[in-house]
């Protein structure tokens, strides 16, 4: 809480390369602060942190009105074209203890794309870097982003047929989340209406988790 009358939400998108984590940074800020675009390689090298603009109508909290602030940390994907899958988990670690170290990470969101099956190593892969960084109590501050789900609609599935004809896969890893999951349509990523919907939904979750906020050692220099 920066004041009585504005909160911070602390995010990190995590993920493989070219599943969109960089576009969801970007929808959730509301701006084009993270490079994003169909590639042959890996486009996020390194991790970077956006943050947005103060955003009204979004959370009330004991009757008030407050301001929100959103902070993204961008990560690089794995596997990635340039990186070992240990440069990776220490880059974005040194990222989280560096810009959350002091506040604290509220939510982690693991992107996936809607618009591609999940297979059982991926899910294993995933949940194995994300233990790695946040620890022993990863699950309530880890929810899912289904990325592209526009695609998902335009071959005829709603969200409740989708995860009806999803993989156990996917239904496991939701299982474990808690169902914290969230579909976004990359069309209509960028209008506003669609985002503050995005932004509530993750405001209920760190509510569901009682605005608890995952707190991060720094590395040892």
Not at 26 to 41: A, I, K, R, T, V
Not at 97 to 116: K, M, T
Not at 170 to 195: A, G, M, W
Request: net charge neutral; with cysteine.
């Amino acid at each position: 809480m920066a004041d009585s009358n504005e909160m911070t939400i602390n995010l990190v998108v995590l993920g493989r390369t070219q599943t969109g984590k960089s576009t969801a940074g970007n929808s959730l800020l509301g701006s084009s602060d993270f490079e994003s675009h169909c590639s042959p390689s890996s486009v996020t090298t390194c991790c970077s942190l956006g943050r947005s603009c103060r955003i009204s109508g979004i959370i009330r909290r004991n009757g008030c009105e407050l301001a929100l602030r959103v902070r993204v940390l961008d990560t690089p994907g794995y596997p990635h074209s340039a990186l070992s899958k240990a440069q990776v988990r220490d880059t974005v670690s040194s990222a989280l203890a560096h810009h959350f170290g002091e506040e604290g990470l509220h939510l982690a969101l693991l992107v996936l794309r809607a618009d591609l099956p999940l297979c059982p190593d991926e899910s294993n892969h995933a949940i194995q870097f994300i233990q790695e960084l946040l620890g022993p109590t990863w699950k309530d501050f880890t929810a899912v982003l289904l990325t592209h789900a526009d695609k998902a609609g335009e071959a005829g599935f709603s969200e409740e047929s989708y995860l009806h004809s999803a993989s156990s896969t996917l239904l496991s890893l939701l299982s474990l989340v808690e169902h914290k999951y969230i579909f976004l349509d990359n069309q209509k990523s960028t209008i506003k209406e669609e985002r503050a919907i995005v932004l509530r939904k993750l405001l209920n979750f760190i509510r569901q988790n009682n605005y608890q906020v995952l707190l991060l050692k720094h590395s040892k220099e």
